[in-house]
């Protein structure tokens, strides 16, 4: 008979026990979405690919002070968003970039869907993802991780303190500042599509 599919109680309980196969089912169920977060904070999938093995590595040895009653998903975001965040600060340090690509790729909320869109559409849109993504290379590692967690993950506040280990009011301030980076770049876009 095949084992039932395991919470993520029942997954951790099993991972701490010393079975391989609890903390195998937790890879593999937050992986990918791990790996997003990660890759939208960083820019990079060969960061956000440490970020993520980095998370597991210290899920795994932090596994015997889980508190029961919190959530795995949230506890495990936490542990990517500071890995993330640590992958930026390293970068920062060393004079580093935020990578070309764009990690958001037509997934802002400033990409417009049309069925048909026309060549003006197109490329008003194409812009304004080049002007999100150069004031997010401009944004603190801090501005940029709390704009990511809040604007594409959709964490509230308070997730967002919790995972940067802020209080509500220093993750809110840190979010204004980026969403205002944000607004300064696109103003002259907007302008020009009204």
């Not at 604007?151 to 209080?167: R, V, Y």
Request: charged share 30%; aromatic share 6%; glycine share 6%.
């Amino acid at each position: 008979m095949e084992r039932m599919e395991a919470s993520d109680a029942e997954a951790v309980a099993l991972a701490r026990s010393g079975d391989a196969e609890g903390f195998r089912v937790l890879v593999e169920r937050h992986g990918r979405s791990l790996f997003r977060l990660a890759y939208r904070m960083t820019g990079s999938e060969e960061d956000a690919e440490d970020a993520v093995q980095e998370t597991f590595l210290r899920a795994y040895r932090r596994l015997d002070g889980f508190e029961e009653r919190a959530n795995v998903g949230s506890w495990l975001y936490r542990i990517a968003a500071n890995c993330a965040y640590d992958v930026l600060r390293t970068r920062r340090r060393r004079g580093g970039e935020v990578p070309a690509d764009d990690p958001a790729s037509g997934e802002t909320a400033a990409s417009v869907p049309s069925a048909d869109p026309s060549p003006d559409r197109l490329v008003s849109s194409a812009e304004v993802r080049k002007r999100v993504h150069s004031a997010m290379s401009r944004m603190s590692t801090l501005e940029r991780s709390a704009f990511v967690l809040r604007h594409f993950e959709g964490w509230t506040i308070e997730e967002i303190g919790q995972a940067l280990d802020l209080e509500r009011s220093a993750a809110k301030h840190s979010i204004f500042r980026a969403v205002r980076k944000v607004r300064e770049v696109l103003a002259p876009v907007a302008g020009a599509l009204q």
